[in-house]
């Protein structure tokens, strides 16, 4: 399975935007970025995915490094309902998803 | 649409007890997964369906733990004899397609405590 690397954690201020990065060196061609985030006493909740261009929703942006061997989640203006952990997985061609340990993402008012 | 339907909410049993969660996947989702939480971690995947077949089980400790998806649509995930380090928070999530293009939804789990 191929594994991402994220920080443990990252502090952020209200209405400001964040990034998150991610290193999934040993990516392959057929993986997808999948980004999911988790509030306390929930399961987690999907986010945004991709496979090779920058991609937006109504909850965030991923950019996707050229090469694919990292990639970023952006939220454009951070609230305090996004303090969560946020994991960024690979799933791969059978549809496997596998979780790190993700970043706890703090945001201070 | 409906989510991922997840009961108990909460369990407490004893160690050597035997316990059996509940899942109903979002209507039309072939994909079915089971993930353990235990706290302070990410979600470990225990066993994925594709409609009522197994695909992968090979996290799941089969000396204790069972699960099976009746007619593709429901699942139930069972533990007997349960042990201590089975409290945790266990997930059921779907997925649409059976494809690295489909993103999972998640239910709330069951908070399972083994005393």
């Known amino acids: 399975d191929a594994k991402t690397t994220q920080p443990n954690s990252m502090e952020s201020n209200e209405e400001e935007p964040v990034h998150l990065p991610c290193n999934h060196s040993t990516i392959s061609g057929t993986d997808y970025i999948h980004w999911y985030r988790q509030l306390p006493s929930q399961g987690p909740e999907y986010v945004i995915h991709g496979l090779t261009s920058n991609v937006n929703n109504r909850m965030a942006s991923l950019a996707i490094a050229e090469d694919r061997k990292s990639s970023t989640l952006i939220l454009h203006r951070a609230t305090l309902r996004d303090a969560a952990v946020y994991y960024c997985i690979l799933r791969d061609s059978v549809g496997k998803l596998i979780f790190g340990q993700g970043t706890e993402l703090s945001v201070k008012p | 649409e409906a989510g991922v339907a997840q009961s108990p909410r909460y369990k407490i049993i004893e160690k050597r007890q035997s316990v059996a969660f509940w899942c109903n996947p979002i209507?039309?989702?072939?994909?079915l997964y089971w993930y353990q939480q235990i706290l302070g971690q990410g979600p470990k995947l225990l066993i994925q369906f594709q409609n009522n077949g197994v695909v992968d089980d090979s996290q799941l400790p089969k000396d204790r733990f069972s699960a099976e998806r009746l007619k593709g649509v429901d699942s139930t995930l069972k533990i007997q004899p349960a042990k201590l380090e089975d409290s945790a928070v266990y997930l059921c999530?779907?997925?649409?397609?059976?494809?690295?293009?489909?993103?999972?939804?998640f239910g709330n789990g069951t908070r399972l405590t083994v005393t």
């Open positions: 999530a779907s997925s649409k397609l059976f494809s690295s293009n489909s993103p999972l939804h």
């Open positions: 209507s039309g989702h072939a994909t």
